[in-house]
């Protein structure tokens, strides 16, 4: 009659076998329990399928928090984008060059934090593959100026260029 396993008849398997799964190390494990590193050895191989599965089942319990902590992360880019767009218009409105310019660099900031986030979203759901190359999104952004008073007619407009590398 095969002999049964000294570590599965141990009053706090269940505590052991979470300690094996959490990676820790048999001399740690043996010495808490007072069981030995080849007793602990032997008892790994056959480590109940379950708590693996519940370790696994934990991992993708926090998967699942931080994609959703990613999303939110996106929703509020989106807001704030947004709120950088209208000030950018308001400002024009206003032919207020320097608002504009920090409008503009705000939503440059807002784009490259959702572009991360895009990004690890991406990386977290497996709908982002390896990249192909890259891209390069230019904006350029016409602000009104003022009629100039000696030539009698408007002045030339002003032009800000923004560049957003995306190539990694």
Do not use: F
């Amino acid at each position: 009659m095969p002999q049964t396993c000294i570590t599965c008849r141990h009053p706090n398997v269940l505590h052991i076998n979470s300690a094996l799964i959490a990676g820790r190390s048999l001399r740690d494990i043996g010495g808490q329990w007072k069981i030995s590193k080849t007793a602990l050895a032997r008892h790994k191989e056959h480590l109940p399928a379950e708590l693996a599965k519940a370790k696994q089942a934990e991992e993708v319990g926090n998967a699942d928090t931080l994609l959703n902590d990613v999303r939110g992360g996106e929703g509020r880019a989106d807001r704030l984008y947004v709120a950088a767009e209208k000030i950018l218009l308001d400002a024009i409105d206003d032919k207020d060059r320097r608002l504009g310019l920090t409008a503009i660099k705000t939503a440059v900031g807002v784009m490259s934090e959702a572009r991360q986030l895009l990004e690890l979203r991406g990386g977290l759901t497996g709908e982002l593959g390896k990249p192909q190359g890259g891209a390069t999104i230019r904006a350029v952004v016409m602000m009104p100026t003022p009629v100039d008073p000696e030539a009698g007619r408007p002045a030339e407009a002003g032009r800000v260029a923004v560049e957003l590398d995306l190539k990694r």
